[in-house]
């Protein structure tokens, strides 16, 4: 054998070790600790998916997500990146995580700064995070047609309830990046402010709009957005609340009349995607603020379960964003000792999560509905449960495509 047939046979030796081992070992995890998700599971075969090409491209996902030591390549690929981060003032990467796959790219100051106006390289950065330093931070790119898009969905969605005098609400959540100071890495990502403004102008005169922006601009300084987590504190929810209560011309419950609590350490979603080791050796703590009005709080599957508003189970878990609401559930109704006849829906991403128990002091009940999951009819609902408050809160990034805004008139039921 020369040494030509030597080097292949060492290459390909352990390929096939390693393939046969991923073949026979069972009982693979279904979740991944290590990034904090759940991993593919095998997909379907149907000769649809064959033809359209799909079926190959689930199972190399769901290939890539069960292979035998994954977890340690995933922990060595993140060392690896951490040894061959760049000298200089400010240690910066940009994270891109697409199912199993964690690339990085490292760039040099001055190449962010010459680069960061490029259309094609705005392009390519969506769906991206930016590390700086010991903070993680979601890219966020502007897209005209997808602001559109959930701004026609928030007037369809007005003008089919049951009844006109339901008062519609839409508050988009700006995240940390919007807010560094950085103007070279801050400018990687669209102008938040200009994206929030795009979708309130198309929005139809009776939707009003939350303008939580201006309420956490002055407050950057604060503990308002996690740095390992995409998304906001505590405190941060609680400035988006009073930006609430003010478009509703109320006055917001002091945040001094809160008894406070914390759990750390805390290492959220943008850490399991970039595997920092800035941010492990500097994580977050979750601030919790105890609710003072009696309520009861219970969550619907197939059968109802009553669950802690602020569930400390989670304290013990990784994702501890998950303490605020128990997670997200198809939809969950809290009941107050407020006898004051107000009811409100939210309709929400996770970024309600941290904000909804805010608003106990001001309802009787408190609707929240997840469109990711929850598949009743939605206007009957509505009409059924005699709903005077709608708020849409999702974050910035649902504009980026079209696809949270599909969730939302699968939801409804709409075109």
Request: hydrophobic share 40%.
């Amino acid at each position: 054998m020369n040494k030509h047939h030597l080097n292949i046979a060492l290459f390909l030796i352990p390929l096939f070790l390693l393939g046969a081992l991923n073949l026979i070992t069972p009982h693979k995890p279904a979740v991944s600790q290590l990034e904090n998700r759940t991993l593919k599971t095998k997909p379907l075969f149907t000769t649809e998916k064959l033809f359209r090409g799909e079926y190959f491209q689930e199972y190399e996902d769901y290939f890539a997500d069960n292979f035998i030591f994954r977890e340690n390549f995933v922990k060595l690929s993140g060392k690896i990146k951490n040894l061959w981060s760049l000298p200089g003032k400010d240690e910066v990467s940009i994270v891109g995580n697409k199912g199993a796959n964690v690339a990085a790219t490292q760039n040099k100051e001055n190449d962010i700064s010459e680069t960061k106006h490029d259309e094609k390289n705005q392009a390519s950065l969506e769906g991206r995070v930016l590390v700086l330093n010991d903070c993680a931070m979601e890219i966020h790119t502007f897209n005209a047609e997808a602001c559109q898009y959930y701004a026609d969905f928030l007037n369809q969605f007005q003008e089919n309830l049951p009844d006109n005098k339901i008062k519609v609400y839409s508050l988009i959540a700006p995240t940390q990046i919007e807010f560094i100071t950085e103007l070279k890495y801050k400018d990687l990502s669209s102008p938040q402010k200009e994206t929030i403004a795009y979708v309130n102008k198309h929005l139809a005169p009776q939707i009003i709009p939350v303008d939580a922006y201006q309420s956490l601009a002055p407050n950057t300084k604060q503990y308002i957005y996690f740095r390992s987590d995409h998304h906001w504190t505590a405190l941060g929810a609680y400035y988006a609340y009073t930006a609430f209560m003010k478009a509703q011309h109320e006055k917001p419950i002091p945040l001094e009349q809160y008894k406070t609590e914390k759990v750390a350490p805390y290492l959220g979603s943008l850490y399991s995607t970039t595997l920092s080791q800035k941010i492990r050796e500097n994580p977050d703590t979750v601030f919790l603020y105890q609710p003072f009005i009696k309520h009861e709080y219970i969550v619907y599957y197939e059968h109802p379960i009553k669950i802690d508003l602020l569930d400390m189970r989670h304290a013990e878990n990784k994702n501890k964003y998950g303490i605020f609401l128990g997670g997200d559930h198809p939809w969950g109704k809290i009941t107050t000792s407020i006898k004051n006849g107000k009811k409100i829906m939210i309709i929400k991403d996770s970024y309600a999560n941290a904000f909804v128990p805010f608003l106990l002091p001001h309802y009787e009940e408190i609707y929240i509905v997840d469109p990711r999951q929850f598949n009743l009819d939605l206007f009957a609902f509505i009409q059924e449960k005699e709903i005077q408050e709608v708020l849409f809160l999702n974050y910035v990034l649902v504009t980026d495509n079209n696809g949270f805004t599909d969730l939302l008139r699968q939801m409804a039921n709409l075109p």
